[in-house]
């Protein structure tokens, strides 16, 4: 169970993801040692970019299911990452690729103002 939590002020708390921890995912991959970046590519051109270091804590997974069922299309489903520790945005949905790189990329909304980590505790919302 984890928290979500939305740049807009809401949040779901106790949310029941399922799915691959992207701990487990890393050693079947092994990204390059250079790797210090993820950058998901998502339906309709959506990317985001987050540090490895944060896509790979412990509570990060590729979810496929929520609260126990298969994870509905409005949620991002049929596969999404979940990165408890960011605001939303981090989580793509409907994830196609996983991009490992060295350089930081930004994705579509921090391109557009949003700020680069996304720490809700921090209220990172926008780069000032």
Not at 106 to 112: A, D, I, L, N, S
Request: hydrophobic residues 40%; aromatic residues 10%; contains cysteine.
């Amino acid at each position: 169970m984890s928290d979500f939590h939305c740049v807009t002020a809401w949040s779901k708390m106790d949310a029941r993801w399922g799915g691959v921890a992207m701990s487990a995912l890393l050693k079947l991959v092994r990204p390059k040692p250079e790797a210090r970046f993820v950058i998901q590519h998502c339906a309709e051109q959506y990317t985001t970019n987050t540090a490895l270091q944060e896509a790979s804590a412990p509570d990060a997974i590729l979810a496929y299911e929520l609260d126990g069922k298969p994870l509905p299309l409005e949620h991002g489903g049929p596969l999404r990452m979940v990165i408890p520790t960011l605001y939303a945005w981090k989580s793509g949905k409907f994830l196609r690729e996983l991009e490992f790189t060295a350089q930081d990329r930004p994705g579509f909304w921090e391109t557009r103002g949003y700020h680069n980590r996304a720490d809700p505790w921090l209220e990172e919302r926008h780069e000032r």
